[in-house]
């Protein structure tokens, strides 16, 4: 289950290795069930109920959604709040636990590890690898939230009870706005940095080690054989691959419909189309039938291409906000809020007794679950990508190279917001749509507005939005077929396009039954069970990593 061949790798977007992969023997039972499976109808793979409840399970969430819309909505407005405000401890301490564990693994002997074999080497050079770990910090998420966020923890959260620099008649604080721009920036790192990618790390972590050092497949099931041993390949281990592909759905799901939302917000600005549910629908049924393509022809006909083509423009565009914006002012924010971060750690990470309950549940237990939920996507593609290298080297490069990459994406975008609405809160069009109306979608164009050429970085900003759309939903769609095949990463065709149209018809769903609030209420309570999967996790690598030692 270890042989990873070109075409495997290119169907996932990640180039070749140089040389072949060998297959490993494996220190554990592999359930010849899992492996073998047969053909069901369509083509579908069945071997095993992971595929059959949670397919079912979702057509069944889909169809209840469209038919009750009112109810749906309804159930989606309670939910939210009331998993925020009830377990928001779990996950704030859940995500300091990872972040603990990540670097107690740089300083432990485990360290030493080397995922593949101690002879093992690696598949990329340091430049290709670095570059793979960016693809990954990169997506839809940093395009959605890049303005908004720093702007609304600065004048609206008030984490840490930091006071706004606006008074209630709009006029600004002089007093408080040099605090309220270091933890509007300080706030949205601590959303960026090292919390989510510890996240994701341990699960790449968990996908690499029993996948290439255990010779176990590539799916969540293989980690938890030290805690389950054979029980893995029975019940135990199907409901913990269906909780997987339950949270991996909607994680993306949330971000297709955080695309769609912003999507159709810059084509309202750019070329007057209308800003409304129709059109969203309208764009992720468009978007998605594009994905099914790529999902036919193998990402390497073409979005391959598209997707590295993205990557570059992203960066230009970032460059341009930084150099057409007050890059002295956006340099020394960054320094200033990365100092404030460091300072504030402990008390932004600190699950009990916070007054900033706005911050703490709205911001940072929704994103704690986003981020747990989008980890099987984002584990898979580190962990095929890493062998050879050592477990130390794996958690610095994890935790530091794409943290390094959204923090300053989030620097620049947010920096220079936060500038026009400080220097000009009169005529801000950042203030007026973040501040004034709350219209997150429209935060990015509103932005890009007061720069040089705004129409055409708009349109340019649309496009990566777009793209982001296809590369995402095709690669999910890719990961959850894996887990559903139980590792395979050679499932049938017909599977991943099942998954891929179901990623955008959930996305639907949730637009019509609430919005943002739907969004939110979905990803929470998948990522809540899907922590405790985490968890234990945890302890299954440092178990592994021990016998790996020995």
């Known amino acids: 289950m270890t042989d990873q061949t070109s075409q495997d790798l290119t169907d996932q ?14 220190d554990y039972e592999i359930g010849q069930d899992n492996i073998e499976g047969s053909l069901g109808p369509f083509g579908f793979d069945i071997h095993n109920p992971v595929f059959l409840v949670s397919g079912l399970s979702i057509m069944a969430f889909v169809f209840y959604a469209l038919a009750l819309p009112g109810q749906a909505e309804a159930v ?3 939910l939210r709040p009331f998993l925020t405000s009830t377990f928001d401890w779990v996950f704030l301490s859940a ?9 107690a693994l740089i300083v432990l002997p485990v360290g030493r590890v080397r995922l593949g074999g101690a002879e093992a080497t690696p598949d990329y050079s340091y ?9 990954a910090g990169m997506g839809i998420g ?8 720093p702007v609304y923890h600065m004048a609206i959260s008030q984490p840490l009870g930091t006071p706004s620099p606006f008074a209630a008649d709009g006029s600004l604080i002089p007093g408080n706005v040099d605090a309220a721009r270091e933890m509007g920036l300080a706030a949205t790192i601590y959303h960026w940095g090292l919390h989510p990618w510890a996240i994701y790390a341990v699960v790449a972590l968990a996908l690499a080690l029993f996948t290439y050092n255990k010779g176990l497949p590539l799916t969540i099931r293989s980690a938890f054989y030290p805690i389950f041993g054979e029980r893995i390949w029975g019940w135990t281990g199907h409901v913990i691959d269906i909780i997987a592909v339950f949270a991996t759905l909607f994680g993306l799901a949330t971000s297709l419909g955080f695309g769609a939302q912003q999507a159709n917000a810059g084509l309202h600005h750019v070329f007057g189309v209308p800003e409304d549910l129709t059109v969203q629908i309208l764009l992720i049924t468009g978007i998605t039938a594009i994905a099914l393509i790529s999902v036919l022809r193998g990402l390497d006909g073409g979005v391959k291409v598209l997707s590295e083509i993205n990557m570059v423009v992203a960066a230009l565009l970032l460059v341009f906000v930084l150099v057409a914006g007050p890059t002295g002012t956006i340099l020394a924010d960054f320094g200033e809020g990365m100092l404030a971060y460091v300072k504030d750690l402990p008390a932004l990470s600190n699950p009990f007794g916070r007054e900033d309950t706005d911050y703490m549940q709205g911001w940072t237990a929704f994103y704690w679950a986003w981020w747990i939920s989008w980890s099987p996507f984002v584990g898979m593609f580190i962990a095929r990508v890493s062998r ?15 943290s390094l990459v959204c923090v300053l994406w989030m620097a620049v975008f947010g920096g220079a917001a936060i500038d026009q609405v400080l220097s000009d809160p009169v005529n801000s069009a950042v203030k007026a749509q973040v501040i004034d109306s709350y219209n997150p979608p429209m935060s990015l164009f509103a932005m890009l507005e007061a720069l040089p050429w705004a129409s055409v ?12 759309f296809v590369t995402s939903s095709d690669s999910g769609s890719l990961v959850i077929d894996t887990i559903t095949a139980g590792g395979k990463i050679d499932a ?5 396009v099942f998954w891929c149209a179901f990623e955008g018809a959930v996305a639907i769903v949730l637009l019509v039954g609430g919005g943002l609030s739907a969004l939110q209420a979905m990803v929470i309570s998948t990522g809540l069970p899907f922590t405790l999967v985490l968890l234990m996790m945890c302890f299954a690598i440092f178990r592994g990593l021990q016998a790996e030692a020995h």
């Open 76 to 78: 989606f407005g309670w």
């Open 388 to 402: 050879g290298r050592t477990v130390r080297e794996f958690v610095v490069c994890v935790l530091l190279i794409p």
């Open 142 to 149: 940093l395009m959605f939230f890049g303005v908004l966020e």
């Open 492 to 496: 049938p065709l017909p599977q991943r």
């Open 127 to 135: 430049a290709g690898w670095f570059a793979m770990l960016f693809a």
């Open 13 to 26: 977007g990640i180039p070749a290795p140089e040389g072949e992969v060998d297959l490993i023997e494996t």
């Open 457 to 468: 970085t708009s349109v340019i900003g649309i496009v990566l939005v777009i793209v982001f």
């Open 95 to 103: 995500g300091n636990i990872f972040v603990l564990f990540c670097l």
